[in-house]
Every structure is written in structure tokens, then in C-alpha cells.
């Protein structure tokens, strides 16, 4: 199955220690998508 | 995920409704991303935070998944998170978070 992200709202879960949320950010912008927030979580 | 970051989110959707909103996670560790996704669906599985017994049902795809893959271009994509895909165990995330949608019947 096809995702589609145009015209979703995202809210973005990185991680330090994998991909960051700026990354995943702008990977979703790219996708058409708006991002409504972004944290970076760090687990150690 | 901390009580800090669960309040967040319970706001952000108390706020905009769960309308056209998904999430997306980038955590390597598959069982860590899945703690993180079954929070956000099915509600905070330590019953402590803000989201215990809530469940937003939200969508979740992990970055690494191949499907969501396709959906970014690919230059961006290689450049932001393709160096992910040779460490992780994307066959692993992508089942699981499969599953997860599939609980709140999404495919």
C-alpha cells in the first residue's frame, strides 16, 4: 500500500541515537506534509 | 516517552483534533519505537503520564519503513535518513509498526 503524506499534520518523534527529528522534519515537508511538532528524544 | 512530552501531545490534539494527524518516529531501536508508537495509539502502556488510558489511535509510521520511504523524494531522503537503513533492522520496525496499525485498522 501506498503512503501518502500530502496534506497529513506530523508530529515527529526522532531520536538521537537513531534518525533526529530535524531529519525526519524535512523528510516530511519534502513528502507534502505539515509538520506540527518535532522533538528529538534521547534515551540513555 | 516522559510525562513532559505525553502532556504535549495530549494538548496538540485536544487542540487540532486527531483529523489528518499521524505520527512518525526515528528511533533505531525497534522495541524503544514501538513503546514510543503504542503510546501515542493505544495510550501510555506505565499508566503514569498524561496519555494512561488514552488512546488518540493515532496513525504511526517509522522513517525507516519502506512504504514511507517511497513517499519522500529520494535525494532527501538518502541525505536525512538513509545512512539509518544500513544499521537498523528495518524488517523488523516495519513489521511491528505494521501490526500496530493493523490494531486500529489501518494497513
Known sequence: MKIMFKGKRVIVFGDRDGVPGPAIAACMRAAGAEVVMVATECFV | ?107
Open chain 2, 1 to 107: 516517552m516522559d510525562m513532559e512530552m505525553q502532556a504535549t501531545i495530549k494538548k496538540l490534539v485536544d487542540d487540532l483534533g486527531t483529523s489528518d494527524l499521524v505520527v512518525v518516529i526515528g528511533a533505531a531501536d525497534a522495541e524503544v519505537a514501538q513503546v514510543t508508537a503504542e503510546t501515542v495509539t493505544f495510550g501510555d502502556p506505565s499508566f503514569a503520564g498524561p496519555l494512561a488510558g488514552v488512546s488518540l489511535r493515532l496513525p504511526v509510521y517509522h522513517i525507516l519503513e519502506p512504504e514511507v520511504k517511497q513517499a519522500i523524494p529520494h535525494d532527501i531522503y538518502d541525505e536525512q535518513a538513509g545512512f539509518l537503513e544500513l544499521v537498523a533492522d528495518t524488517e523488523e520496525i516495519g513489521k511491528r509498526f505494521k501490526e500496530i496499525r493493523g490494531k486500529i485498522g489501518m494497513v
